[in-house]
């Protein structure tokens, strides 16, 4: 199977290369390349609560899918709560405890109801006396399973969830894609702190029941600043992270399973990317040819400056430049195929943000698009090179042309400005070391780093996957001046 031939048709790209949202990727195969990190092990963990955080893109509802598969191979219950189940939960109520009460009631009916259904002994008596039951849902759960099993007529996989929950109580709670209508607003941010509250007490107050809850890192981050009570949660959190070796390694597995080749992940971690990269030989092009300080570099190279440390990105990257060696009649991923979709990505991490955010930030186009390079700056050579007093004249200028307001009624000012622009991984955090290496820092590596009240010595970076649509005029500028990631 090494020599197949690639045609990157629609059906081979996504094979290839996977979708970008895990729901529609099958289990089977997200399972086959699927990296189970540190971060893994900390969500599934038995403990009540668990709170996984990160930027969209990262993989948070790949994990819950991947982790609620493993749980029913296990004979565990797995629950999935979906916006959808909860879209009238915790609103409308100015009282912050009865806010947590509402959401209480309502997660305990809904969890109450989908266990139920999966046994196959959900009816009318069961669903009135969950409703009146009260918060010991876990209790209810197992006197009501324990007295009916015998007198319904169940299927054979129920009868066995059934015997399973029986000997283990174990009930396992995913709540996933909260973001979905997020507006950054004040009540939204009290409804989400309400859930989280709720969720720790049903936790506690149920034995055998565990919540697995994913949030974005800017609903979580704008939660935990505005809301004193979630201290109390701050424990449970596990940030959604990844390095860049860790996604070119998720990319290898990707391609060798496509060839039906196997690997061991532990042992293609501890592999140098040089060597790893030999790997994408099959699909890309192995020197990049283009210009400047991109010229004859290795490919894995600028796919891995190219993304934001999130395997969306290089989801997206890698099958639009496909898609680009398909038009071109091409078997492999070309240097061409690259240069020809960089602005074309560009313009969708960009849109991607505004869409992301906008409703922290209505105005985050304008903010975006002021952050082009003026001509003066492109002719000193650092347009995207910023210190903490540049980017602050920088944003205080786009103040100036542009009414730029939080959503939450926040001031915009530049520094406030330039922690917003850091959170989003529109800027990176940028140093140059004695040895002439260039260190990056992202914000979810260090979320203090842009702190009103600590210069850490860094400086600021707007991030590759940005300019090419910040620049369209000048292409071979973006080449000239921007430096490639090292190797780790």
């Given at each position: 199977?090494?020599?197949?031939?690639?045609?990157?048709?629609?059906?081979?790209?996504?094979?290839?290369?996977?979708?970008?949202?895990?729901?529609?990727?099958?289990?089977?195969?997200?399972?086959?390349?699927?990296?189970?990190?540190?971060?893994?092990?900390?969500?599934?963990?038995?403990?009540?609560?668990?709170?996984?955080?990160?930027?969209?893109?990262?993989?948070?509802?790949?994990l819950?899918?991947?982790?609620?598969?493993?749980?029913?191979?296990?004979?565990?219950?797995?629950?999935?709560?979906?916006?959808?189940?909860?879209?009238?939960?915790?609103?409308?109520?100015?009282?912050?405890?009865?806010?947590?009460?509402?959401?209480?009631?309502?997660?305990?009916?809904?969890?109450?109801?989908?266990?139920f259904?999966?046994?196959?002994?959900?009816?009318?008596?069961?669903?009135?006396?969950?409703?009146?039951?009260?918060?010991?849902?876990?209790?209810?759960?197992?006197?009501?399973?324990?007295?009916?099993?015998?007198?319904?007529?169940?299927?054979?996989?129920?009868?066995?969830?059934?015997?399973?929950?029986?000997?283990?109580?174990?009930i396992?709670?995913?709540?996933d894609?909260?973001?979905?209508?997020?507006?950054?607003?004040?009540?939204?941010?009290?409804?989400?702190?309400?859930?989280?509250?709720?969720?720790?007490?049903?936790?506690?107050?149920?034995?055998?029941?565990?919540?697995?809850?994913?949030?974005?890192?800017?609903?979580?981050?704008?939660?935990?600043?505005?809301?004193?009570?979630?201290?109390?949660?701050?424990?449970?959190?596990?940030?959604?992270?990844?390095?860049?070796?860790?996604?070119?390694?998720?990319?290898?597995?990707?391609?060798?399973?496509?060839?039906?080749?196997?690997?061991?992940?532990?042992?293609?971690?501890?592999?140098?990317?040089?060597?790893?990269?030999?790997?994408?030989?099959?699909?890309?092009?192995?020197?990049?040819?283009?210009?400047?300080?991109?010229?004859?570099?290795?490919?894995?190279?600028?796919?891995?400056?190219?993304?934001?440390?999130?395997?969306?990105?290089?989801?997206?990257?890698?099958s639009?430049?496909?898609?680009?060696?398909?038009?071109?009649?091409?078997?492999?991923?070309?240097?061409?195929n690259?240069?020809?979709?960089?602005?074309?990505?560009?313009?969708?991490?960009?849109?991607?943000?505004?869409?992301?955010?906008?409703?922290?930030?209505?105005?985050?186009?304008?903010?975006?698009?002021?952050?082009?390079?003026?001509?003066?700056?492109k002719?000193?050579?650092?347009?995207?090179?910023?210190?903490?007093?540049?980017?602050n004249?920088?944003?205080?200028?786009?103040?100036?042309?542009?009414?730029?307001?939080?959503?939450?009624?926040?001031?915009?000012?530049?520094?406030?400005i330039?922690?917003?622009?850091?959170?989003?991984?529109?800027?990176?955090?940028?140093?140059?070391?004695?040895?002439?290496?260039?260190?990056?820092?992202?914000?979810?590596?260090?979320?203090?780093?842009?702190?009103?009240?600590?210069?850490?010595?860094?400086?600021?970076?707007?991030h590759?996957?940005?300019?090419?649509?910040?620049?369209?005029?000048d292409?071979?500028?973006?080449?000239?001046?921007?430096?490639?990631?090292?190797?780790?």
């Amino acid at each position: 199977m090494e020599n197949k031939e690639i045609k990157f048709d629609d059906t081979t790209i996504q094979a290839l290369f996977g979708f970008e949202d895990a729901e529609s990727e099958s289990i089977d195969r997200l399972k086959e390349y699927y990296l189970k990190k540190d971060t893994y092990d900390r969500v599934v963990a038995d403990l009540p609560v668990r709170i996984l955080v990160g930027h969209k893109g990262t993989g948070k509802s790949a994990l819950f899918k991947v982790a609620m598969s493993e749980e029913q191979e296990k004979g565990n219950l797995p629950i999935l709560i979906k916006p959808d189940d909860i879209a009238e939960l915790g609103k409308d109520d100015e009282n912050f405890l009865l806010r947590i009460r509402q959401w209480k009631y309502g997660l305990t009916k809904i969890i109450g109801e989908k266990v139920f259904s999966e046994f196959g002994l959900l009816d009318d008596s069961v669903l009135s006396k969950l409703t009146k039951f009260g918060l010991k849902l876990s209790n209810y759960i197992y006197e009501t399973v324990s007295t009916v099993k015998d007198n319904v007529d169940l299927l054979e996989s129920q009868k066995l969830l059934v015997s399973n929950f029986l000997s283990k109580r174990k009930i396992v709670v995913y709540i996933d894609d909260l973001d979905r209508g997020w507006e950054g607003k004040p009540d939204d941010i009290s409804r989400i702190s309400a859930l989280l509250n709720s969720v720790r007490d049903l936790a506690n107050e149920n034995k055998g029941i565990s919540f697995k809850v994913s949030l974005r890192s800017d609903v979580y981050y704008l939660v935990r600043t505005s809301d004193e009570s979630t201290d109390k949660i701050e424990s449970s959190v596990v940030w959604c992270e990844w390095s860049n070796h860790e996604i070119l390694v998720l990319l290898v597995k990707r391609i060798l399973t496509f060839f039906d080749i196997s690997a061991d992940y532990n042992n293609l971690l501890k592999t140098d990317q040089f060597y790893l990269s030999q790997h994408l030989d099959r699909v890309f092009e192995r020197r990049f040819q283009g210009r400047g300080k991109w010229s004859d570099t290795y490919t894995y190279k600028v796919l891995m400056s190219m993304i934001r440390k999130r395997p969306r990105d290089l989801v997206k990257l890698c099958s639009l430049s496909a898609q680009s060696a398909k038009r071109n009649n091409s078997s492999i991923i070309k240097t061409e195929n690259l240069q020809g979709i960089f602005e074309e990505y560009s313009q969708g991490r960009i849109q991607d943000t505004i869409n992301e955010f906008r409703s922290e930030l209505p105005s985050i186009d304008k903010l975006i698009f002021g952050m082009k390079p003026t001509r003066k700056q492109k002719q000193s050579g650092n347009g995207y090179v910023y210190t903490t007093q540049e980017l602050n004249a920088k944003i205080r200028n786009i103040l100036q042309n542009h009414k730029i307001i939080f959503k939450n009624g926040r001031a915009a000012e530049p520094k406030t400005i330039a922690q917003f622009l850091f959170k989003i991984n529109f800027l990176t955090a940028r140093k140059e070391l004695d040895n002439g290496e260039i260190q990056r820092k992202y914000f979810e590596e260090n979320r203090y780093l842009s702190s009103d009240f600590v210069d850490f010595g860094y400086d600021w970076e707007v991030h590759p996957a940005f300019r090419w649509a910040l620049q369209p005029d000048d292409i071979t500028d973006v080449f000239a001046k921007l430096s490639l990631i090292s190797d780790k």
